[in-house]
């Protein structure tokens, strides 16, 4: 019974409850066992058993049946304050799809417990949508009910918009044989993905931001969440129909999910280069993004960490992880099967004097309002007169002069500075 209370625990006391549930058992002539009349009543405040596919729009607490289809392992990790956690992943699925259940701690280091086949009913609190929405358990309990889920239909044909299409990458196959893949992110109305073509060639030409149908492409769970794998066999062939991809904003973030989200750059920190535990270079950048529901750290790692970005850019993640950051605040990650695009603005003629500084992003020219970095090298020191077109804080010069110093004017800064 406490089970069920638990959903309906902010609408009446525990003991009216409790009464509620002993007349549902009387009323029936006592056929009802105390576990069907809680759920009863559950229904009667309101509060009935839902679909997978009814998750993303569910209030905080929900209750449904579930199969369990796969039991991931239980990992360990780092809390903030230095402590040690567990979570574990389960993927569940009805007649109406599949949710991935995350447990912690005590919870995740019993999962072993579950077998996939077995029935059960979940208490949990969702925390994402997309093709298979994250559920926070909360509780489990067995159910004797039958729950047939459909087949996930391999090397089926997926119309999605390419999202990110990475650089080719040489790997090395089980037999020691060198090879080349292909990363790249894709989505449709149901969520984003990771895909990963091992004939390069399979990619050649497609461009981000086009719709597509892949065929061949063979579905499998991961950590985070569905991925496709393109072989030989597989085809991307361009498809007039138009997707959409849902996106989140930055309040509906929470621990533990998969978020796209888009937001304009509040602050940002240059790249920072570390060594991989398997001896690699790599970088990791720290940026701060809002949207108009709030704002939240973002960490990029890899290449991504590279790109060019400057305060009041446009972006849009893809496929971010949410997780605790050293200080405790979410922090949203992006990685491999992650994505960043810089929505880039209009370009603007300009004409502009100024001095051409070195600063760290490169060479710029400060007007003393404002600075705009070099697309192009001059020399530095110099007073310009300049004359292009600006996008994303970066000008193009079409034609540039060198500035004869106002002598009069370099005086009285020098007796300002001087007092």
Not at 335 to 344: D, N, Y
Not at 394 to 416: F, T, W, Y
Request: proline share 5%; with cysteine; charged share 25%.
């Amino acid at each position: 019974m406490k089970f069920h209370y638990l959903l309906a625990d902010d609408l009446l006391e525990r003991k009216e409850f409790e009464r509620l549930v002993a007349e549902k058992v009387a009323e029936s002539g006592d056929l009802l066992d105390e576990r069907t009349a809680a759920m009863l009543v559950v229904k009667d405040l309101g509060r009935a058993h839902i679909r997978i596919r009814d998750l993303p729009g569910a209030s905080s607490l929900v209750c449904f049946f579930a199969k369990v289809l796969s039991v991931g392992e239980p990992r360990g990790f780092e809390r903030p304050d230095g402590t040690t956690g567990l979570v574990a992943n389960v993927v569940v699925g009805d007649e109406t799809g599949k949710a991935r259940l995350t447990f912690w701690d005590e919870q995740a280091g019993a999962v072993h417990e579950l077998s996939a086949g077995s029935v059960f009913e979940v208490l949990g609190r969702p925390k994402g949508g997309g093709r298979e929405p994250d559920v926070t358990a909360v509780a489990l309990q067995e159910a004797a009910c039958d729950i047939s889920c459909p087949e996930e239909p391999a090397g089926g044909d997926l119309m999605v918009r390419v999202v990110a299409v990475e650089s080719p990458r040489a790997f090395t196959r089980r037999d020691g044989s060198p090879g080349v893949m292909v990363e790249a992110v894709i989505g449709n109305e149901t969520g984003i993905f990771r895909l990963v073509a091992w004939e390069p060639d399979i990619l050649l030409g497609v461009e981000a931001g086009t719709t597509v149908t892949i065929q061949g492409a063979t579905p499998r769970e991961s950590d985070r969440g569905i991925e496709f794998s393109l072989g030989e066999a597989g085809s991307v062939s361009p498809s007039g129909g138009e997707v959409t991809i849902p996106m989140e904003t930055i309040a509906g973030v929470e621990e533990g999910g998969t978020y796209s989200v888009t937001g304009r750059v509040r602050s940002i920190q240059p790249p920072h280069p570390f060594v991989t535990r398997s001896g690699r270079q790599s970088s990791v950048r720290n940026l701060v993004i809002a949207d108009e529901t709030g704002e939240i750290p973002v960490v990029i790692w890899g290449e991504k960490a590279e790109e060019r970005l400057i305060v009041g850019d446009r972006i849009e993640v893809y496929n971010a992880g949410a997780r605790r950051g050293r200080y405790g605040d979410i922090e949203l990650h992006l990685s491999w099967g992650s994505a960043l695009l810089i929505l880039t603005g209009d370009e603007e003629e300009v004409e502009i004097e100024g001095t051409v500084i070195a600063t760290a992003e490169g060479a710029c020219i400060d007007t003393g309002d404002a600075c705009y970095l070099l697309a192009g090298p001059l020399p530095i020191g110099y007073e310009v007169r300049a004359r292009g077109t600006v996008q994303r804080g970066v000008i193009s010069i079409s034609h540039v002069e060198a500035v004869c110093p106002d002598q009069e004017d370099l005086q009285r800064r020098l007796d300002q500075f001087i007092g």
